[in-house]
């Protein structure tokens, strides 16, 4: 432990991939929070390190009896130090007055939400915008989402997750940006700076929230893509692929940890020390607080780590969290366990220093009722500025996946349509996983969006449900496996049309927290339904709507286009139109590999060479699968145009390199196409020989590029030590000499390379 602790005092000391807004907080905040401890009885101040969830109709009676009154009891004591899921101005000020007017201190309350994609103006889910590989838009789009929720009387968002994941099956890879750690930093800076502000001050105005990044650390590996389960995992993996998205998003400022449900090598995240004390508060000098997950505190004892409550309170708070969500453990155990001389009130003072600078940072102290403003609520949230925005995030997280003989886009007069599936005419499901404070049917649905084209011969035909009854975020979604009702009218419909666009997928609910599939094709029948379209009718476009990475081998040989059309939003069914009928231009990539079948997962790109990568000697003894291809179906970083893109003259400025050089890379990308277009041009590295094992590829950097139609431009890169080097399995980041290679193109597999060596 001692010689990680020590190592890691240079842990990511070279990492650029997020600029630091400003660290020290201003002494008149360090004086104010001291004096306000001072004064805090033991009991006071553990209440703000409990969190609780809303427990009663705020502006109704007062709870009378249970566990409602305890929790009223709480806090009219001052004992509360945040409540989550209360929203909107009236709800928030009147628990916040309770806290402010009612108690010894007036300490306010943070109030925290889930604003993951959007608050009621809702923005692609977060794995979708990722494929957009656009930083300002995806910037832009946690603005929008900060200034909805704030308007709202929210300060504070669980948000973002910037998990690395590598596992379809997982339902939370909805959350995040992907496999890669390299886009998933930058994406994990763009959001936090869109939550927060470019800088410290920033986070003090009414229009930004305090961010979080989650779930620290190693959630997106859980064995199996199970929810909750554990996680086993060398350092190699932590090192590289896990931490730096968590690095970034410090570096980026932002204001709160919170840490994961799983174990991480049999230590509960809740209760790892090396994480929270050594790494995040230790070697990376994090300065604001860490929250639990629901409830984790109170699973350690579940998990067999922690006896009791009592031990489980003091085991998390040794470790280095800071606030309990919903275990109510730090309010009953930690005062006695502070008397009883287990846990030093040194640690108490340290996390609550940590919360209350937090709230001074908010401007809380000042104004506690600044994010209570009726006539902002009004304005702000549903504005026509915000559904521009989102509608501009949901144009380009779509990726085109196939399109084989020029289908789309569709042509807007003489061309007769039919289009085909529930979830096309569904203002639900588009609205995807975690968009608790949207309202249903909110969502602009696929059929809305396409009607609005009004030259175009459009027939609609819902076919066959896919889903029963009307799924709940708290519930798993039923799928119709049986009643086929509609199908054969469908059939009919499709085969009379010039061309079909089938709108298949996963519900909304079916990715996200707790929805982990080990089937990850097309739910219930639809494909069967599909097969028995494209039998009748080959001109097919399937739009799909899904959460995560689907396998679908059949649809990829037969179906001549293919859009992956995620859960995009409340304006989800304009997007797709536009994309379809080629008003825009589709430019997403791929920021995970989608597998062939769900036997390959998990599957990435930037995976290790093993020692027999071909077969070199033509027998079976080599790494592979002996009943499909190793490859994915689509791999990250892939997305096509409705024009094309070549590469050409990819070149270093020299062979041969000393350590403190820096490298420059060019390429010259041409539209070849007949239209114009934006491609992503993204440049991978490999490090061939080192003391520890590099991937095949590592994304190190990537440029959306405007081409108009024939045009030709030359794209630089620039890379130096904290794109050539890596850390070892002891935490040291290491630039070693020897040869590298260089490899340009489209997507993660790339059409040129180039090589240099390291001196």
Request: glycine residues 8%; contains cysteine.
């Amino acid at each position: 432990m001692k010689k990680i602790t020590v190592a890691l005092a240079l842990l990511f000391s070279v990492l650029s991939l997020a600029q630091k807004m400003t660290a020290k907080q201003p002494e008149n905040i360090k004086k104010r929070v001291a004096e306000l401890l001072a004064k805090m009885t033991l009991e006071e101040k553990i209440g703000q390190m409990n969190q609780y969830n809303g427990f009663w109709e705020v502006t109704g009676p007062a709870p009378k009896d249970g566990n409602a009154a305890t929790k009223y009891e709480h806090l009219k004591k001052g004992w509360v130090g945040s409540m989550l899921t209360v929203r909107g101005v009236d709800q928030v000020r009147a628990v916040q007055k309770i806290a402010v007017e009612e108690t010894r201190l007036g300490i306010p309350l943070i109030i925290g939400f889930d604003v993951i994609h959007g608050y009621k103006t809702l923005s692609p889910i977060p794995l979708a915008e990722a494929a957009s590989w656009d930083l300002d838009a995806i910037k832009k789009s946690a603005q929008v989402a900060a200034a909805e929720a704030s308007a709202s009387g929210i300060n504070w968002t669980f948000g973002p997750n910037v998990d690395i994941t590598r596992d379809a099956r997982w339902g939370r890879i909805m959350e995040g940006a992907g496999e890669d750690p390299y886009l998933g930093s930058l994406i994990a800076k763009a959001r936090v700076t869109g939550f927060q502000g470019d800088t410290a001050a920033d986070l003090s105005k009414p229009n930004t929230i305090a961010a979080c990044a989650k779930h620290f650390a190693a959630y997106g590996f859980v064995e199996s893509g199970k929810e909750y389960n554990s996680v086993e995992m060398g350092n190699n993996t932590l090192f590289n692929m896990v931490l730096p998205p968590f690095k970034a998003a410090k570096d980026a400022g932002v204001r709160t940890f919170m840490n994961a449900f799983n174990l991480l090598n049999g230590i509960p995240a809740t209760g790892n020390e090396m994480l929270q004390r050594d790494i995040l508060k230790g070697s990376w000098a994090f300065d604001g607080f860490v929250i639990t997950d629901w409830a984790s505190i109170r699973e350690m004892v579940v998990h067999g780590y922690a006896e009791n409550g009592t031990d489980a309170a003091e085991k998390a708070v040794k470790a280095g969290a800071d606030m309990d969500m919903e275990s109510y453990l730090y309010v009953a155990e930690l005062a006695n366990l502070v008397r009883s001389g287990k846990v030093s009130e040194a640690l108490i003072d340290d996390a609550v220093s940590r919360i209350l600078t937090v709230k001074f940072e908010l401007g809380l102290f000042d104004d506690p009722y600044r994010y209570c403003d009726k006539k902002r609520e009004q304005a702000v949230i549903g504005s026509a500025e915000n559904h521009a925005a989102v509608l501009d995030m949901a144009r380009k997280s779509i990726v085109l996946l196939k399109n084989e003989n020029q289908l789309l886009p569709l042509k807007k007069n003489n061309q007769k349509i039919a289009l085909i599936g529930a979830l096309a005419a569904d203002k639900t499901s588009p609205l995807g996983s975690w968009r608790i404070a949207a309202d249903d049917n909110t969502a602009v649905s696929v059929l809305e969006g396409m009607q609005k084209y009004v030259g175009s011969n459009l027939i609609y035909e819902k076919g066959p449900d896919y889903f029963l009854g009307k799924p709940a975020f708290t519930e798993e979604v039923q799928i119709n496996y049986s009643d086929k009702t509609g199908m054969d009218r469908a059939l009919e419909v499709a085969a009379k049309a010039d061309v079909v666009v089938l709108v298949m997928g996963e519900h909304g609910f079916m990715s996200g927290e707790a929805r982990t599939r080990t089937e990850i094709g097309l739910p219930g029948f639809q494909q069967e339904f599909l097969e028995a379209v494209y039998r009748v009718n080959k001109n097919v476009v399937l739009v799909l709507n899904n959460g995560r990475p689907l396998a679908l081998p059949w649809a990829a040989e037969h179906i001549p286009s293919i859009v992956e059309a995620w859960h995009l939003g409340t304006q989800a069914g304009n997007a797709v139109a536009e994309v379809l009928f080629g008003d825009y231009n589709p430019s997403g990539k791929l920021p995970v590999s989608f597998p062939r079948n769900v036997g390959q997962c998990p599957i990435y790109y930037n995976h290790h060479n093993t020692g027999r990568p071909t077969n070199v000697d033509n027998n079976v003894f080599w790494s592979h699968f002996i009943d499909v291809d190793k490859t994915p179906q689509w791999p990250f970083g892939f997305g096509l145009s409705y024009t094309t893109f070549s590469y050409q003259n990819l070149k270093l400025d020299k062979s041969t390199y000393q350590r403190n050089d820096r490298i420059e890379v060019s390429v010259d990308v041409t539209n070849t196409g007949a239209s114009d277009g934006i491609e992503v041009v993204q440049l991978y590295l490999r490090d061939v020989t080192a003391s520890v094992v590099r991937p095949v590829k590592e994304l190190k950097g990537f440029e959306r590029v405007s081409l108009k139609k024939g045009e030709t431009k030359t794209i630089r890169f620039k890379l130096g030590k904290e794109e050539l080097g890596f850390f070892d399995n002891e935490g040291f980041f290491q630039v070693e000499s020897g040869v590298f290679q260089v490899f340009v193109g489209g997507s993660s597999q790339t059409v040129l390379e180039a090589r240099f060596e390291l001196k």
